[in-house]
């Protein structure tokens, strides 16, 4: 007899939200992420073929757009609630070098190798390059720092998660700027057209200025406002309930009434995180934002990577080339450690410091939102190989990040280690 699916669906929803409580702990000492073993559940369940169900992001473009687009802002508000750093120029320093230097030289680098070596359009390769530069705020909670008030802000981990808060932001005019060499590919026929001056002023004064511009002032307004309702109301605070669940309710909130005036909604998040956050600081209600805000989203990276080894399964990368591997590859190893490392150059990072905070930058289910994002508003043609190169490099940056990262944080935090300026010898373990 066949199992009724929706009783299979609720045993594996049960297993899932199960192994969500579980697996922290099991992988707390292993060089094994929380990632890994999701994508690995994936690939086996679905390679059974006892689902009826094919978890393939070409087929389910807008699906995957607006559950990736959920993970990751829920991801952003629990980023910027649990930095303890107050921003400033000279503090935020780390974080301002990977956003103004790291990440334009590795959107210039992976655009460049999309033309040169892959053989895209100059629109998908621009996609390309927009997807797969940010840093990833859902996958790198290993290296990023602890709940609120923990003390774990090492600056590394500062760096790693400041720059994962704002970048998801800061990538979308790059995706918007590929939507225009879209535009223009079709217009002229020629996948290597150029945009007209008119068209690059309008990306510039609309998707640069206006939607950054609001997507600041919208995020401290309304982080301001629900700081004022946490804290400042009389009688009714809502900081007196202790209810985590209001995380949920100002993420949307605010990533709505952002995308409402066209600006972008992800940069606003992490705005009204931060500025919530400057409210009463050390109070503990931002413990349990951050407590409710991380539960859900450990809940939803499950699903999303179960579902994306299942795509694998099912199989995402069959139409990878050799050249197409060796690229991913470059784009994870070379481009973004070498932008990482000359965007700290003259810093006041110890040299390890400076390599680990290029090092680990992690490639996660943000790209799959602006891939799905760019190929739903835009005209790029084909999309399988678009698909297989992000999910070739999120499936090495899973692996390789989720192995290293915790022994080379382990090795940084050393009470004995991390303290070498700039110059001095050190030998890896």
């Known amino acids: 007899m066949t199992p009724d699916p929706y009783l299979l669906f609720l045993f594996g929803l049960g297993a899932v939200i199960l192994l969500v409580a579980w697996l922290p ?8 992420s929380l990632a890994i073993v999701c994508v690995a559940i994936g690939v086996a369940v679905f390679s059974l073929g006892g689902l009826n169900f094919n978890p393939d992001p070409r087929t389910y473009d807008t699906l995957t757009e607006r559950l990736t687009e959920l993970v990751v802002i829920i991801a952003l508000m629990g980023a910027g609630v649990k930095i303890d750093r107050l921003m400033g120029w000279r503090s935020w320093g780390s974080a301002w070098r990977l956003l103004g230097i790291a990440m ?12 040169q070596a892959l053989g895209l359009s100059l629109a998908m390769s621009v996609l390309l390059a927009a997807a797969l530069a940010p840093t990833d705020p859902v996958l790198a909670a290993d290296v990023q720092v602890g709940p609120p008030g923990s003390g774990e802000e090492t600056e590394v981990r500062f760096a790693l ?13 790059f995706v918007h700027l590929a939507l225009v060499f879209a535009a223009a590919a079709a217009s002229a026929g020629d996948p290597m057209a150029w945009p007209s001056a008119q068209d690059w002023l309008h990306w510039g004064a609309m998707d640069v200025v206006w939607r950054i511009g609001a997507g600041l002032v919208m995020g401290w307004l309304l982080g301001r406002a629900m700081g004022w309702i946490a804290f400042d109301i009389p009688h009714v605070r809502l900081s007196a309930t ?3 669940l209001v995380a949920l309710g100002a993420t949307f909130v605010v990533y709505t009434a952002t995308e409402f005036v066209n600006g972008y909604g992800f940069l ?3 705005i009204a995180a931060l500025t919530l956050r400057s409210r009463e600081r050390n109070h503990a209600y931002h413990r349990a934002l951050h407590d409710f805000a991380e539960q859900v989203e450990r809940l939803l990276i499950m699903l999303v990577l179960v579902l994306f ?14 050249t197409d591997l060796g690229v991913c590859a470059v ?4 481009v973004r450690p070498l932008a990482g490392w000359i965007s700290m150059w003259g810093s006041n990072l110890t040299r390890r410091e400076q390599w680990l905070s290029a090092i680990l930058g992690v490639r996660g289910i943000g790209s799959f939102f602006y891939i799905a994002y760019g190929i739903n508003h835009g005209d790029f043609g084909s999309s399988e190989r678009l698909w297989a190169i992000t999910g070739a490099v999120v499936l090495m940056s899973v ?23 700039e110059g001095e010898e050190d030998i890896v373990p």
Do not use: C, Q, Y
């Open 104 to 115: 334009p030289l590795t959107i210039l680098a992976i655009a460049v190798l999309g033309v």
């Open 309 to 322: 080894g299942g795509a694998l399964a099912a199989g995402l990368l069959s139409s990878l080339t050799w």
């Open 268 to 270: 606003a998040v992490f």
């Open 161 to 173: 998660t400041s720059e994962a808060g704002f970048n998801d932001g800061l990538a979308f005019p």
């Open 242 to 244: 202790g209810d985590g």
């Open 25 to 32: 702990l099991g992988l707390k000492r292993l060089p094994l």
């Open 331 to 334: 784009i994870l190893l070379v």
């Open 399 to 421: 692996i390789l990040h989720g192995i290293a990262a915790t022994p080379l944080m382990a090795w940084i935090e050393r009470p004995d280690k991390g303290d070498l300026k």
